[in-house]
């Protein structure tokens, strides 16, 4: 594998999916931009974009925690198989809006479904040993989430899930990110966003000068 990984985490209104956005825009103005590969989790191929229905807007049947997790184990195994491996083998930057981060938050700490280890576990027997070569935390506390979130509108189901579940959700990634420090980045998502950008490209530049072309 000659590409780079990266992955985008957080919890509820971090602001995660405005950085991601904002890098795509950034990246699409390169000479290379063909050199960068964005994906998000669940969703990306008509698959796993009904898969995303299903998990964040299904309210006549709601899914049982084990099938919602194995519904995001799902969509990642396609994903994997179908566009990140392949793209990382011809030496592409993929950049994901999630990985199995979010499961070990989501589904592991907060709703209980089965320990960190054992999602891990999980997650290895179905997509190999592929890990992010960094992962940008955007951390940011459930109580101000909720503030931005009440400004937002209209949420998808796991959205709508009560301050103690974001509480737990927040401790899974602090688990995470302090169990795998080599890899994880901890941006604060209190910042301006054009702030938090800033620092993303600065750490980007040093961790892959080469594939910034000018």
Known sequence: ???????????????????????????????????????????????????????????????????????????????????????????????????YDSTIAYQGMARGIMSSEDILSLTKKIIGNLVPNLTFYLKISPEEAFKRKSKMGEMDRIEKEGLEFHKQVQKGYDFISNIEKERFYVLDATKKPEEIFAEIIKVLKEKIPNYFKN
């Open 1 to 99: 594998m000659s590409g780079y990984f990266i992955t985008f985490e957080g919890g509820e209104a971090c602001g995660k999916s405005t950085q991601v956005k904002m890098l795509k825009e950034y990246l699409g103005t390169l000479k290379n931009k063909d050199d960068f590969l964005f994906v998000r989790e669940p969703g990306g191929t008509p698959l796993t974009d009904e898969i995303r229905r299903l998990l964040l807007n299904y309210e006549i049947d709601k899914p049982l925690p084990m099938t919602e997790l194995l519904l995001f184990c799902a969509s990642r195994v396609e994903d994997v198989y179908k566009q990140i491996l392949p793209a990382l083998k011809n030496g592409k930057v993929v950049i994901a809006d999630r990985f």
